[in-house]
Nanobody
Framework: QVQLVESGGGLVQAGDSLRISCAAS????????????WAWFRQAPGKEREFVAA????????YYLDSVKGRFTISRDPAKNTLYLQMNSLKPEDTAAYYC?????????????????WGQGTQVTVSS
């Protein structure tokens, strides 16, 4: 099973930037770290967990929640087995616990149920 550890969350002001990271180790039987989708989800207090962004292992395809398009960028460093989410122009509504997750090919990247490995989350708080 893949182990995922997020880091980099914190308290920032509206308009600031923040980059969060997710370090991956291990492997799921039948898969390697190079043939997965990697994603970020977030969950605000009292709300359901929602998809934020995803990227395929080669980095050739990315997917974003409409409300973060143009502000957030997902990327991956295969050499470090690390996933990143660069968040610019942060808004108070971006406040949430951010989780990284991974799933194999094929299938949609949007459903929470599609992912079989999750990190413990990192808190991002944006003050107004």
């Amino acid at each position: 099973q893949v182990q995922l550890v997020e880091s980099g969350g914190g308290l920032v002001q509206a308009g600031d930037s923040l980059r969060i990271s997710c370090a991956a180790s291990g492997r799921t039987p039948g898969r390697t770290l190079s043939n997965n989708y990697w994603a970020w989800f977030r969950q605000a207090p009292g709300k359901e967990r929602e998809f934020v962004a995803a990227i395929n292992s080669p980095g050739s395809s990315t997917y974003y929640l409409d409300s973060v398009k143009g502000r957030f960028t997902i990327s991956r460093d295969p050499a470090k087995n690390t996933l990143y989410l660069q968040m610019n122009s942060l808004k108070p509504e971006d406040t949430a616990a951010y989780y990284c997750a991974t799933k194999g090919f094929p299938g949609s990247v949007y459903p929470i149920s599609a992912y079989d490995s999750w990190g413990q989350g990192t808190q991002v708080t944006v003050s107004s």
